[in-house]
Nanobody
Framework: QVQLVESGGGLVQPGGSLRLSCAAS????????MTWYRQAPGKERELVAR????????NYVDAMKGRFTISRDNAKNTLYLQMNSLKPEDTAVYYC?????????WGQGTQVTVSS
């Protein structure tokens, strides 16, 4: 059974940091491109950052460059998103996504709220 389980979300003050994790099981994690998406209330889901299966190639949306870092540990089947200098506009549900060719899986999401 394929599972992607996000964790690490919560309430943080502006300027603070959070580290999200996505634990994968039920598929060969090391062969999948992994992506973090987010969806804010009333908005469409948007891509945050993507990392290739090897971890060498990483892509970020411009608004997150320099603040967010995506990484993966293929030995632990886990994807991470380190988020620093958080802003209120980063408030959203964050989802991890696994994709390889026509196969695609989603996690259930973890809420991140940035507020004073």
């Amino acid at each position: 059974q394929v599972q992607l389980v996000e964790s690490g979300g919560g309430l943080v003050q502006p300027g603070g940091s959070l580290r999200l994790s996505c634990a994968a099981s039920g598929f060969t994690f090391s062969t999948y491109t992994m992506t973090w998406y987010r969806q804010a209330p009333g908005k469409e889901r948007e891509l945050v950052a993507r990392i290739a299966s090897s971890g060498v190639i990483r892509n970020y949306v411009d608004a997150m460059k320099g603040r967010f870092t995506i990484s993966r540990d293929n030995a632990k089947n886990t994807l991470y998103l380190q988020m620093n200098s958080l802003k209120p506009e980063d408030t959203a549900v964050y989802y991890c996504n696994a994709r390889m060719a026509l196969k695609e899986y989603w996690g259930q999401g973890t809420q991140v709220t940035v507020s004073s």
